[in-house]
C-alpha cells in the first residue's frame, strides 16, 4: 500500500518510533450518510457509508506497536484490535470474534541489518494488504468512504509471511493464505510481489503483482493480477495519485474460462490552509464479468457492469484530534444496481477523534 505522505494538510507524523520504542495509537470515527439509490436501509456498493440515515460508529481502533531498530538486529511487534461496523465487512475468514469485533493486524517483525544502507525485515502474522491508495486508516484517505477499487479489487487484509528489503528502492515478498483469510480454504498459497521506488523526490512509483487459489478446495482456479500506482507532490498544497488495476480468476466449473476486471482511479488533494483541505476522487471500475461486484455489499447478481464514480470531499481539522469530513459522491452504472436506476447520488458526513 502506497502511504498518503501527501496528506490534505499538516498533521503529525504518525511513524512508530525507531529503536524499539512502545507506541500506542488509535482512532475512532462516526458517521451518517444518505443515498437516492438506497433500498431497505443499504447503500449499495458502499463499505464505510453504507447504512441510510443512520448515525453509525464506523471504527474505534487501538494498535500497539513496538517497532524494529532500523539500524541493527531487533525484533517488533504490532497487535491492533478494532471494533465497529467497519469490521464486518473487512473481518478476515476464520477469525470469530463477533459481528463487529477483528483484529485488524497482529504480527512480529524482524529486521535484519545487510549493509549500511539496506535492510532486511521479515514480518509474519496477519497484515493489512499491500495494494491500493487507499487504506484502512480512513482518516488518511483524500476521500472518507473508500471507491470501489479498494472495495471489491483488493484485499482488506492477508495471513502469511512478508519479506522486506530496503536499498534504494523498496521490495516486498508475501506469501499468505489468501485474501482475506486467517485460515485456508485450500491447499495454495498466493504470492504477492510489490517493487516502490522514486525517480524524483516528489514521485513515487510502486508495481505489484500477484497470483493465488483463491477458491474453496481447489488450487486449479487462480486469481491474478497486477497494479500501478503514482503518486506525485505536484506543488505544496496539491499531491495526487494513480492506480491502474487489471486482474483475472478461472470460474468455476470451467477452468478454461476466464473473468476479467480492469479499473483506474485518480486522486486529487489541495490544501486550503493548515486545517482545511479538499480531496477528490474519480474512478472508473469495469467488472466485466460479474466477478467481483456481484452479489456483494447491495449489488444484485449480474454478469458484467461498468462503474464510474465521482467524489468529493472536505476535510476540516479542529485542533490535533477531530476532523470532521462533509462528502459528496456520485456513482453510475451500466446496469440498473442503485434501487432500480443506473446511477446514485450520496451525501455523507464524517467525524473521527485521532490520537
Known sequence: MVVLSAVLFQEADSAPPPGGGLRIAGWATASIAWATGAHDGVIAGRMYGRR???????????????????????????IEPIAGSNAAVVRAAGLNLGRDADLWQAYVAINLPSGRRSTLEFKAGKMATLMGVEGFEDFRNP???????????????????????????????????????????NSGKTVTVRIAL?????????????????????????????????????????????????????????????????????????GLSRSAGIGFRGDYVCDCDGARTSSGLGFPFHTGQRLI?????????????????????????TLPVFAGRSWQLTGAMAASYIL
Open 52 to 78: 441510510q440515515a443512520r448515525v453509525v460508529l464506523n471504527v474505534v481502533d487501538v494498535s500497539l506497536e513496538r517497532a524494529p531498530a532500523p539500524d541493527r538486529w531487533g525484533v517488533g511487534f504490532r
Open 143 to 185: 476521500a472518507f468512504d473508500v471507491g470501489p477499487q479498494d472495495i471489491f479489487l483488493e484485499p482488506f487484509s492477508e495471513t502469511g509471511v512478508q519479506f522486506q528489503i530496503k536499498s534504494g528502492l523498496e521490495a516486498q515478498l508475501r506469501v499468505s493464505q489468501g485474501w482475506d483469510r486467517v485460515t485456508d480454504n
Open 198 to 270: 522514486s525517480p524524483e523526490a516528489p514521485t513515487s512509483i510502486a508495481l505489484l503483482g500477484y497470483t493465488g487459489p483463491e477458491q474453496d478446495r481447489t488450487t486449479a482456479r487462480k486469481r491474478s493480477g497486477a497494479e500501478l500506482i503514482v503518486s506525485r507532490r505536484i506543488s505544496p498544497r496539491v499531491g495526487s495519485w494513480l492506480q491502474l488495476d487489471y486482474g483475472q480468476e478461472n470460474r468455476l466449473g470451467s477452468p478454461s474460462a476466464v473473468a476479467t476486471w480492469h479499473a483506474a482511479g485518480l486522486w486529487l488533494t489541495y
Open 309 to 333: 464514480g465521482l467524489t468529493a470531499t472536505l476535510n476540516l481539522r479542529r485542533g490535533a484530534h477531530l476532523l470532521f469530513r462533509p462528502e459528496l459522491r456520485y456513482d453510475r452504472a
